[in-house]
């Protein structure tokens, strides 16, 4: 049981709109990565944050931000949506140390239409 | 660049019968190796990785892999699977440096009786 949450399930946007998505992280992990899965693909990295501080990023435009909490929870906010940014959304959660043991979430479903 | 390839989109096993899924890699050393399975409405879940050493890994639930670093390969099997064994099967790659994940497209697993 990994621990970790998402918050919405499911969301539906229209183009251009903006949306924030939750993750609570397992407790005590201090680093958060997000990930994004369109249909019938694997997930790709978005970026990952670390002591509430971006760190590493992967091939997403600047609409794409996030945030870490002291607590560990983490958003992720995509401005200005598209509709490829219809997907499903990931976080997962790890220990500084552990980085590669990571501990995903069951996702957030975005629609944009 | 990281690339992972699955060659395999699909795959129909029987119920007992025994399961390999293809992994193969692009890096110019040798990264760390992971297996994930997926459920409906689920998030990943780490069956298996490889840092370094005896090539043959062991995981969760009866899996096991074996990393060829001369054929860039890292294959997943189980002698003999179970219905519950229906998923989506991803191979993720981690530079030993950095913070990314490159997942492969996945292998959707479907188990008759």
């Known amino acids: 049981e990994t621990g970790v949450t998402q918050s919405p399930t499911h969301l539906i946007k229209t183009r251009g709109q903006q949306v924030t998505l939750r993750c609570s992280s397992q407790?005590?992990?201090?680093?958060v990565s997000w990930y994004q899965q369109a249909l019938g693909q694997g997930p790709q990295f978005i970026f990952q944050?670390?002591?509430?501080?971006?760190?590493g990023r992967g091939n997403f435009p600047p609409r794409f931000s996030g945030l870490q909490f002291p607590n560990y929870s983490s958003e992720l906010n995509v401005n200005a949506l598209e509709l490829d940014d219809s997907a499903l959304y990931l976080c997962?959660?790890?220990?500084?140390?552990?980085?590669?043991?990571?501990?995903f979430g069951p996702g957030t479903r975005l629609t944009v239409t | 660049a990281q690339s992972v390839t699955q060659p395999d989109i699909h795959i129909t096993v029987s119920e007992g019968a025994s399961l390999e899924l293809r992994c193969n890699y692009s890096?110019?050393?040798?990264?760390?190796l992971f297996w994930y399975v997926q459920s409906p409405g689920q998030g990943l879940q780490l069956l298996l990785k490889?840092?370094?050493?005896?090539?043959l890994v062991q995981g969760i639930k009866g899996f096991e892999a074996e990393f060829k670093r001369s054929q860039s390969s890292f294959n997943l099997r189980k002698p003999s699977v179970h219905w519950s064994d229906a998923a989506e099967y991803f191979c993720?790659?981690?530079?030993?440096?950095?913070?990314?994940?490159?997942f492969g497209t996945g292998t959707s697993l479907t188990v008759i009786p």
């Open positions: 997962a959660s790890s220990l500084v140390g552990h980085r590669y043991e990571q501990y």
């Open positions: 407790s005590g992990h201090n680093t």
């Open positions: 944050y670390y002591r509430e501080e971006e760190n």
């Open positions: 890096y110019g050393a040798t990264p760390y």
């Open positions: 490889y840092f370094s050493g005896d090539t």
């Open positions: 993720a790659v981690a530079p030993n440096t950095g913070n990314q994940f490159y």
